[in-house]
Nanobody, 123 residues
């Protein structure tokens, strides 16, 4: 059983930056592809970014390409989402997910999920 805990959310002005963190415990972290998803009020959860087990492959939603960067530190059991040039449309609860198959993580079918961290971007 893997536990995921997100942190780093908050309130930021448009154009600003935030770095989200996801701490994993209870499993072999390097066995899992990791992803970030977000859910805005009244909308479905959507894919943001994903990273393969050793970080050699990263995938991004078109809406965040060039602004967000996903990374991981397997020695610390951590995955990060650096968010730059934030827009009000980025306002959402951000969730971390872990899965044994990266493509399934990207599809929203992660094996494990965190509880999320709120990101609010003010205009």
């Amino acid at each position: 059983q893997v536990q995921l805990v997100e942190s780093g959310g908050g309130l930021v002005q448009a154009g600003g930056s935030l770095r989200l963190s996801c701490a994993a415990s209870g499993g072999t972290f390097s066995s899992y592809g990791m992803g970030w998803f977000r859910q805005a009020p009244g909308k479905d959860r959507e894919f943001v970014a994903a990273i393969s087990r050793y970080g050699s492959n990263t995938i991004y939603a078109d809406s965040v390409k060039g602004r967000f960067t996903i990374s991981r530190d397997n020695a610390k059991n951590m995955v990060y989402l650096q968010m730059n040039s934030l827009k009000p449309d980025d306002t959402a609860i951000y969730y971390c997910g872990a899965g044994l198959v990266l493509n399934r993580v990207v599809a929203g079918q992660a094996n494990y999920w965190g509880r999320g961290t709120q990101v609010t971007v003010a205009s």
